[in-house]
Structures are given as C-alpha cells and as structure tokens.
C-alpha cells in the first residue's frame, strides 16, 4: 500500500473555507473507497466523504454535507475535500483513508494518514 500524507489544516474563523489535500505518494489508486474522515475529541472517527476510484481515475464521489465536496486529481495522486461555510462543530482531526467495500464505514479503510488538524472558532 502506498502512503498517505494529508495536508490543508489551519484554525480559521467561522464562515471561512479550506481545501483539505491527501496525496497518495507511493502508488495510484486502483478501484477502491478513498476518503476522508473526522475525528473529535472522545468521538469516533466519522465519514465525511470519499471517492470510489476506477482503475486511474474517480467513478463517483459523496459528502455528508452540502458544504463539503470531494474531488481527485489523479495526474497528482491527490483527493481533495473543500469546505465551505466552516462551523465549529466542523472542528477535528481530519484522516485520510484508503478502503473497500461500503466506503461509508470507518471498518472499511484499513490504511489511514497521519491527519491534519481544522480548528473553526465562533
């Protein structure tokens, strides 16, 4: 498996935007869950979106909130998560993961990144 390695993290104020990057440094991608996940304070970690790749590019994306989108561009090996209109409940530590199967459950990724912290203050 290749290595994940996130990066776009910052404290912001609330109503700001950040775009999120996951570079796979090491191999593409083949058909698999790529995605992104976040994890709070004594939560568990929790899908916010992912990508379902083909054999070099992206079949399909999902995101648990209007506001976030998920794009791939797989020239750079790179999935993107864009958040727009920041709240303070969108704060955590933000994974990268590579799975398969049903690419909505934290089970399903079995290799992750080392995260990057989004702190959104009111």
């Known amino acids: 498996q290749g290595q994940l390695v996130e990066s776009g993290g910052e404290s912001v104020q609330a109503g700001g935007s950040l775009r999120l990057s996951c570079v796979a440094s090491?191999?593409?991608?083949?058909?698999?869950?790529w995605g992104w996940f976040r994890q709070a304070p004594g939560k568990e970690r929790e899908w916010v979106g992912n990508?379902?790749?083909?054999?070099?590019?992206?079949d399909r994306v999902n995101a648990k909130s209007d506001r976030f989108t998920i794009s791939q561009d797989n020239s750079k090996r790179t999935l993107y998560l864009q958040i727009n209109e920041l709240k303070p409940e969108d704060s955590g530590r933000y994974y990268c993961?590579?799975?398969?199967?049903?690419?909505?459950?934290?089970?399903?990724?079995?290799?992750w990144g080392q995260g990057t912290q989004v702190t959104v203050s009111s």
């Open positions: 993961g590579l799975g398969s199967g049903n690419c909505f459950r934290l089970s399903s990724y079995k290799d």
């Open positions: 090491l191999y593409s991608p083949g058909t698999y869950c």
């Open positions: 990508s379902f790749t083909g054999q070099s590019s992206a």
